[in-house]
């Protein structure tokens, strides 16, 4: 029996659910299994993952007792509203005098379209005084006679005014049906938007619950203390209390898995991730250090549901090419998995022998120009997959490894057919569909303004070494695949930070109101579990729409990583001379604490002033944070508020668009405390005071501005 705790990753999957073991000192991967998704059992997807966890414990020789973190992902939620198969629910519209207008238009949400032809399932009733018992359980009777399986109570302002919405939802809770009250789930304004944000919720409520009442029951009988958590779509964890309340979070939590893979195993700070299965890519950004997240789109509507913005192209590993005369036109979105034909690149030799070329149509209805290969063995399909493998793109080792001969051998009636040679026509197949991929990947390098100097390509899924190697040779931003990228969804499971955002509406917000946001969601975040000493919070105040957002992250165990490898003081350098462009003869370290190393280097330019470009690396050679242009100051934390009040003060720029403070963050022992989001100086520098409070005096800060046009 091994010493080593570990954290537990469990990605419940449409087929297959994945789970992984992963050392929790050294965060490196001891242990993988699969298991089919157990949707037709009596404990329904609970059962694939005991199993799962089981087999685990057993293929690495740990006992339950040495779990230290278990989180599982699931896709129930979507899947549930893809399907269609969702809970009736109650809306209980709060109001009088004109209140009660407002209210009693939302009755209409019962038109929203669940799958085509089939509307989501609700029903209205209307309370004037959350007050009145006899007028509350008068209309929760109503609904519940209706079919109510699940209950929504909506007011006006009550992200303000609380009251009414909970007066109400405790009455409600009397019947035993689950409740939601608009206001728990959302604070901010828009009734329509929060109360449709809350009956999704509530639609999905009952199924989550049931399950989540499973899984809870079958991993404490399995002998598991650990605390459960479960993925949130925005990359983090919640806890199992969390998810009962708001199993919407799990909503399109897919994709979320793969990308803090890519952020906890792969460390990228800036960069983007693409997660190709054999049909699709699923496209995502981390733009220093943090994914990108935006309000989600649900049943074709806005919601308040922060998710990952994802972005997916129809093109995978297993995408089959098309070709119109002597030109590949196409390839997907129909891939080799749907259409039920094998990889031409994983045939038997011999099964390739006499091989024809010919164009059909996989499904009824799908275009005739998709290539197949029609030979000795049967019919093969020709795939991104098997181009990769015809180039020697696709590693040894590698998920979706083929023999490079095999590949090649499969490719050549195309290239007869195109009248080229197999490594051309090998390349044509590939452009044809990482074009596709190309020009996602180019918008979201622009609508986030990533530094393409720095920025990283990270292929994670079974499909990676067919996208990801091209595209960034065609790109010319340096990309790799992320190890372990077949299961990289389950790591980031096992690797997630519990997560918690706090959003408000406040006009004019004050130091004492911003300070407030942080407080709330810095205490929800160790209510579920995260221990309170390593919780860090990101603050941004948007003073266009006066919504302050609180970001808190923590691990549910202080975390003491014992890695097997250290950059030496050469190595950093030369690491920041890459990710700067220049030579490490131009680069000069400006500052460090124990945890990081700050490099610096000059460019100049005509008839402007020179620039200053920085790059923070740590201790592993990862590059943490990096700057186009930027001031550098080191203190200590007796020093730090003097310093910080006097650099604020000399870059804070005044103009039409009001007071603008630099972007601010201060390294601190391991930690990269960010508050750019912050215009204002006074709440940054009182945020930056609360960064700094129980340290000691002496320890190293390191200050790093930019000043903001």
Do not use: W
């Not at 992963?22 to 157990?38: E, N």
């Not at 779509?233 to 909503?251: A, I, K, Q, Y």
């Not at 350098?573 to 462009?581: I, P, V």
């Amino acid at each position: 029996m091994t010493t080593h705790r570990i954290r537990v990753g469990i990605d419940v999957g449409g087929t297959f659910t994945d789970a992984v073991a992963v050392d929790a000192t050294t965060l490196r991967l001891v242990g993988q299994v699969k298991v089919p998704t157990s949707h037709h059992h009596e404990d329904g997807v609970a059962h694939g993952i005991v199993e799962a966890l089981g087999r685990l414990l057993e293929q690495t020789g740990h006992a339950p007792d040495d779990v230290t973190f278990l989180a599982h992902g699931t896709t129930q939620a979507t899947n549930a509203l893809l399907e269609g198969d969702v809970a009736t629910v109650g809306l209980l519209g709060i109001g009088a005098g004109p209140g009660a207008v407002l209210t009693r238009r939302l009755a209409s949400l019962a038109g929203l379209e669940l799958t085509p032809g089939k509307g989501l399932p609700l029903h209205y009733a209307h309370i004037p005084d959350p007050q009145d018992p006899a007028a509350v359980a008068a209309a929760v009777a109503e609904l519940k006679a209706a079919g109510a399986q699940a209950l929504v109570a909506s007011e006006p302002f009550s992200v303000d005014r609380p009251e009414g919405e909970r007066a109400v939802a405790e009455a409600a809770r009397a019947t035993g049906l689950p409740v939601t009250a608009a206001h728990e789930i959302t604070s901010l304004y828009g009734l329509r938007k929060r109360t449709r944000t809350a009956v999704v919720n509530a639609a999905i409520l009952p199924r989550m619950l049931a399950t989540a009442d499973l899984v809870d029951s079958s991993i404490t009988k399995a002998g598991v203390t650990a605390p459960l958590m479960v993925m949130r779509c925005d990359g983090g964890v919640m806890s199992l209390d969390e998810m009962r309340r708001r199993p919407l979070l799990t909503v399109l939590s897919g994709p979320a898995a793969g990308v803090a893979g890519a952020l906890m195993q792969e460390r990228v700070s800036e960069g983007v991730f693409l997660e190709t299965g054999g049909t699709s890519t699923d496209i995502s950004v981390v733009r220093r250090g943090k994914v990108a997240v935006r309000h989600a789109t649900i049943l074709g509507k806005s919601s308040y549901l922060n998710a990952l913005d994802v972005r997916t192209v129809g093109v995978g590993g297993g995408s089959m090419v098309r070709v119109t005369g002597r030109r590949v036109t196409a390839v997907g979105p129909r891939s080799a998995h749907i259409a039920g034909v094998p990889y031409a690149c994983y045939a038997d030799p011999d099964d390739l022998r006499d091989a024809r070329l010919t164009t059909v149509s996989p499904l009824p209805g799908d275009p005739a120009d998709y290539v197949v290969l029609d030979a000795a063995g049967g019919r093969f399909a020709l795939t991104m997959t098997c181009a990769a493998n015809a180039l020697g793109r696709v590693p040894e080792g590698d998920f979706a490894h083929a023999d490079p001969d095999t590949a090649r051998a499969a490719l050549a009636p195309l290239a007869a057919v195109l009248g080229t040679d197999v490594p051309t026509a090998a390349v044509r197949l590939l452009d044809a569909g990482v074009n596709q991929v190309r020009s996602v990947v180019d918008t979201l390098v622009r609508e986030y303004r990533l530094d393409t100097d720095s920025a990283v390509l990270v292929g994670g899924g079974g499909g990676a070494a067919a996208v990801t190697p091209h595209l960034a040779a065609r790109t010319g931003i340096s990309g790799r695949i992320a190890r372990n990228s077949e299961v990289i969804s389950p790591i980031g499971v096992a690797l997630a930070l519990v997560r918690e955002q706090v959003e408000r509406i406040v006009p004019g917000a004050t130091q004492e109101q911003i300070l407030a946001v942080r407080a709330e969601a810095e205490r929800a975040v160790v209510a579920q579990g995260a221990a309170a000493d390593g919780v860090e919070v990101e603050v941004t105040v948007d003073p266009q729409t006066h919504t302050v957002r609180a970001v808190a992250t923590g691990a549910t165990e202080l975390r003491t990583q014992d890695r097997a490898h250290r950059a030496d003081d050469g190595e950093r350098l030369r690491l920041a001379a890459a990710s700067l462009r220049t030579a490490p003869s131009e680069v000069r370290v400006l500052a460090g604490t124990p945890a990081h190393t700050v490099y610096g280097t000059s460019t100049r330019r005509r008839f402007r002033p020179a620039r200053h470009p920085v790059r923070v690396v740590d201790a592993d050679g990862v590059v943490r944070h990096h700057s186009p242009d930027a001031h550098v100051e080191a203190t200590t934390v007796g020093g730090a508020p003097e310093v910080l009040a006097r650099l604020v003060a000399e870059n804070t720029s005044y103009g039409d668009g009001g007071v603008r403070a630099p972007a601010v963050r201060l390294l601190l022992s391991s930690r990269i405390a960010d508050l750019s989001g912050i215009l204002d100086p006074e709440p940054l520098l009182a945020l930056a005071r609360g960064e700094l409070r129980s340290r000691a005096a002496d320890e190293p800060v390191v200050a790093i501005l930019e000043v903001r046009t």
